[in-house]
């Protein structure tokens, strides 16, 4: 059963990220997956209504703590969580790329495609540097089709 096996991934993809599978992580992870774009915490909460919206953050912000999503903070008046390609884990992310993010459907989409470096120039004033971002911003192909109409 597709189900049954897509359940069974669910719980080895939280079990392998060192994170237990209660049942909120494994249906937040499931919309996650399902819906084939990056989503705010509304957007979820709305999918897996009538869900506590604590709840559901709490469980984003393990997911992003253990390497499973990363949270774009700068896509707009809202964070929207995007899955890891992998290689992230609880120590560190190592998705460093751009989120494109589409000027006409608001859809926020990571940029894995593209690769970006800083580098300081020398002599310059020594930053405490957490996080780069870097949005790109434009029509998402699904719009330039006509498809998002
Ligand atoms: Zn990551
Ligand atoms: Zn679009
Ligand atoms: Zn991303």
């Not at 597709?2 to 992870?29: C, F, Q, Y």
């Not at 919309?31 to 915490?41: A, D, E, I, S, Y």
């Not at 690769?115 to 780069?132: A, C, D, F, G, S």
Request: some cysteine; hydrophobic content about 40%.
């Amino acid at each position: 059963m597709v189900w049954k096996k897509m359940n069974a991934n669910i719980i080895d993809s939280l079990e392998n990220a060192g994170v237990k599978a209660t049942p909120m992580r494994m249906l937040v992870l499931e919309q996650m997956l399902l819906q084939h774009r990056n989503l705010t915490l509304s957007e979820i909460e709305n999918l897996l209504s009538p869900a506590d919206r604590i709840t559901i953050y709490r469980t984003l912000q393990t997911f992003v703590k253990s390497g499973i999503a990363h949270v774009i903070e700068n896509a707009g008046t809202v964070a929207v969580y995007a899955l890891c390609a992998g290689g992230c884990s609880h120590q560190s992310h190592t998705d460093s790329h751009p989120h494109f993010i589409c000027e006409q459907c608001g859809n926020v989409t990571c940029c894995t495609d593209f690769v970006y470096t800083l580098r300081q120039k020398p002599h310059t004033p020594e930053y405490m540097i957490h996080k780069v971002e870097m949005t790109i911003k434009g029509v998402c192909a699904e719009c330039v089709a006509g498809l998002n109409r």
